[in-house]
Antibody, heavy 124, light 107 residues
């Protein structure tokens, strides 16, 4: 059974940094793309970033580009999101989610399963 | 960015009802459309991928169709556990955008 467990959330002041982690088990981690998706309080879902299975390619939402960095350690089955220059509008629940297998067609970019999420609150 | 628009934003229905939720893309996304269910305090769960393929373990009362820009999710006979918020998501190109959600409530 695939499991994703996020950690690293918390309360942080605007302008500061935070690093989220997501440990994945029950799957060959290095075979799958991985994503971060967030949800602001009472709002909908917003895709944040993707890192391809081998770490070779990363893409970001415009709202976080230049401030957030997605990365992965395939030897430790762990996904990361380094968040810098945090803003109040970054306050959200952050989910990691498994993406497509590296052999899948390029457009099979659905998210399953998801972790339970970790709360990030940016406030002075 | 590809804008995704769901309708309605909220819906009241009764157990046993048949309900349909619509999702429209701002440009053609072929069949690269996915549907998720989210219950309060829980992570989203994939229901449907590539417009009409049922994810493993999802009850057969859920079905979906569409291509190009217009898509639908149908629940054939609502069960108590189906009351939740539903999101569509396009997987055609980054950023992978979601619809704003449809909250399905008990009448």
């Amino acid at each position: 059974q695939v499991q994703l467990v996020e950690s690293g959330g918390g309360v942080v002041q605007p302008g500061r940094s935070l690093r989220l982690s997501c440990v994945v088990s029950g799957v060959i981690f290095s075979s799958f793309d991985m994503h971060w998706v967030r949800q602001a309080p009472g709002k909908g879902l917003e895709w944040v970033a993707v890192v391809r299975h081998d770490g070779s390619n990363k893409e970001y939402a415009e709202s976080v580009k230049g401030r957030f960095t997605i990365s992965r350690d395939n030897a430790k089955n762990t996904l990361f999101l380094q968040m810098s220059s945090l803003r109040t509008e970054d306050t959200a629940f952050y989910y990691c989610a498994r993406g497509k297998h590296f052999l899948a067609v390029p457009w099979d970019n659905w998210f399953a399963p998801w972790g339970q999420g970790t709360q990030v609150t940016v406030s002075s | 960015d590809i804008q995704m628009t769901q309708s309605p934003s909220s819906l009241s229905a009764s157990v046993g009802d048949r309900v349909t939720i619509t999702c429209r893309a701002g440009q053609t996304i072929r069949t690269y459309l996915n549907w998720y269910q989210q219950k309060p305090g829980k992570a989203p769960k994939l229901l449907i991928y590539t417009a009409s393929s049922l994810q493993g373990g999802v009850p057969s009362r859920f079905s979906a169709s569409g291509s190009g820009t217009d898509f639908t999710l149908t629940i054939s006979s609502l069960q108590p556990e189906d009351f939740a918020t539903y999101y569509c998501q396009q997987s055609y190109s980054t950023p992978y955008t979601f619809g704003q959600g449809t909250k399905l409530e008990i009448k």
